[in-house]
């Protein structure tokens, strides 16, 4: 989204941090003024935000300049808020608070914030690190971890992943944690509630999320060998 910077001091700044709280997948451009400086300045990608760096901006020149970043990252609440901030990459320490504002009609609004549907699944993107399951004590996929998304969740809310095999039978359930919207994961390592390996087979998996609407879910299998 653009933003139009004014600057406090004269010395400008080349650097532009935008927290986003979850790791970004990728940043596709950063224009200054509709010039690409993301081929001459790599973007610095970290856990919970992205730096961006450009030729300086200095007042009063450049008072004007807009600068358009375009970004891929995996939203998990409504109306999630990222902060950003500019600085002069030689005084890292002193940095401005970019103010929520819009720099073109483009966008409505003045809240940097992202307006994610309200509907969809609560649980999404559910996958597992292996689809098969070797608890044999040799150190490749002794345990397989289910990893999933919670979406939209306020408040604290209980998740746990259930094990069932084919007849149905809870076999084991793990984790009862408390959690809120983010990205997780729950491991099992082939074993039941009694701590005795299953058999080899087929299995089902269930990530259930216990919500003040009642329980949300999302299922899949999981084999298990030796």
Known sequence: ?????????????????IFTQTRVQSVQSVLVDGVEMIDRFPPEIEDDRIVLSFDRLVAPQDNEKRIEVVFDAKVLRFG???????????EPELKQQ?????????????????????????????QLSSNVLTPNGDGINDQVLIEYDV????????????????TGRLVRRIGNELTRSG????AWDGRDEGGVLVSPGIYMYQVELDVDGGSKMATGIVSVAY
Do not use: C, H
């Open 80 to 90: 999630t808020e990222f902060t950003g901030w500019v600085y002069d990459s030689a």
């Open 151 to 166: 979406r939209n969740v306020e408040g604290n809310a209980e998740v746990a992943v259930n094990v069932f095999d084919l």
């Open 183 to 186: 990205s997780f994961g729950i």
């Open 98 to 126: 970019i103010k929520p504002g819009n720099a073109t009609f483009r966008f409505g609004g003045d809240v940097l914030a992202v307006r994610t549907p309200m509907s969809g699944q609560l649980i999404s993107d559910v």
């Open 1 to 17: 989204e653009f933003r139009r910077v004014l600057f406090r001091s004269d010395k400008g700044f080349d650097k532009l941090e």
